[in-house]
């Protein structure tokens, strides 16, 4: 089974609402998708989104990049997963969300021409039904406070709150308010209940610290990337100054990155994105290590990914050693996504499809709408 074509299609798809974080607002999600065919007729299905403050790449570059690798793709081997990745990277330095739509493609094109589910490829599943964590942002108190009676009302049972938005002591009065209610609710409905905050790099040290200590004992249960990715120290001065685990995102983009973290005390545990780490193998082999270093896990989506790249994290944390730290799912947040039957998120969970490959279908009518400029209106 040897790749016959691949093509790139942009796409721009409005958000339900805005997602304020720090430092962005995302009120459309700007994504990637590829489309790619084996000589034997199977089609497979990718995608990645656009990220410069994370990746490094936009829609352009990555539909550019895409382009730039295929001729040395053509011809290859479609199930062949290490010669592929190791053409793209002879092929072009970097560019990891491009490398994790294409790579993302071949999984589905290999597990659809098995006739099997994509997570058989990583190995037995190991959980069929994940909470997905519902994230909570704003300055508003009284707000959130009412988002996240709803979310847990509606099923949700793992929450993310979005800090790095206000002063730290601001943040850290609302994230104990918030914290607090869902706990209480956890206690008294004797139900699990995981509560986060992410920063998204939006603190220095000293006000991620003031955070932490404005904390108390409100029980979260991780804060996620307090401060720039590339400030290891500054990452391991505020895990050493509170009981709440550190966890970081921007920071991790290869294993490297990982065992430098946990080397240093920077991190308890890992936001793990394909498009920051090239693809769903290489994201499950992160999952592996962080298993053996004792380091706590979450899959996670970007802001606006639709059901591919969903379905897609779906598939790995089906088969990862270990989610303690949940699942991050972002299509449900779109108005408006690429295939027939969106990925369901019912009562706060999420179950792993068991139609074969992805378990979704692609509209590609809707997706080449409105060429040659590929944009979903």
Not at 115 to 143: E, N
Not at 318 to 326: K, R, V
Request: glycine share 10%; with cysteine; net charge negative.
């Amino acid at each position: 089974m040897k790749l016959r074509s691949i093509e790139p299609f942009a796409a721009s798809l409005p958000m339900k609402k805005p997602v304020t974080m720090a430092g962005e607002t995302v009120t459309r999600a700007d994504n990637v998708f590829v489309r790619l065919e084996t000589d034997n007729g199977i089609v497979g299905w990718g995608e990645a989104a656009s990220a410069p403050t994370m990746t490094g790449e936009t829609t352009a570059s990555m539909m550019a990049a895409i382009v730039h690798m295929r001729p040395t793709l053509i011809g290859r081997a479609a199930d062949d997963f290490p010669a592929v990745s190791a053409a793209m990277d002879d092929a072009m330095y970097g560019n990891s969300g491009a490398k994790a739509a294409i790579e993302i493609a071949l999984h589905d094109a290999a597990a659809r021409a098995a006739g099997r589910p994509l997570y058989t490829l990583f190995g037995d599943k190991r959980r069929s039904r994940m909470a997905v964590l519902a994230v909570i942002g704003s300055t508003d108190q009284a707000a959130d406070l009412r988002e996240a009676r709803e979310r847990w009302a509606a099923g949700y049972r793992a929450f993310k709150i979005k800090v790095g938005l206000a002063p730290p002591e601001a943040d850290a009065a609302r994230t104990q308010a918030v914290c607090r209610l869902l706990k209480t609710q956890g206690e008294t409905q004797n139900e699990p209940c995981l509560v986060s905050a992410d920063a998204n790099q939006g603190f220095g040290v000293d006000e991620a610290l003031c955070y932490v200590a404005g904390l108390a004992d409100c029980g979260l249960d991780f804060f996620e990337q307090p401060v720039r990715a590339e400030n290891l120290d500054g990452m391991a001065r505020v895990a050493a100054a509170t009981n709440v685990a550190i966890g970081a995102d921007e920071g991790i983009h290869s294993v490297a990155d990982i065992e430098r973290h946990h080397a240093r005390g920077a991190a308890a545990g890992v936001s793990l994105k394909a498009i920051k780490l090239g693809g769903l193998r290489a994201l499950f082999e992160a999952c592996r290590l962080c298993d053996r270093l004792g380091m706590k896990v979450n899959i996670s989506c970007k802001t606006g990914e639709s059901s591919v790249a969903s379905a897609a994290a779906l598939h790995v944390a089906a088969a990862a050693p270990a989610l303690a730290w949940g699942l991050t799912l972002t299509s449900s947040g779109l108005a408006e996504d690429v295939v027939r039957e969106p990925l369901r998120i019912e009562g706060g969970h999420a179950v792993v499809p068991e139609g074969i490959g992805l378990g979704i279908e692609i509209d590609e009518q809707r997706l080449q709408r409105d060429q040659p400029t590929r944009m979903v209106a």
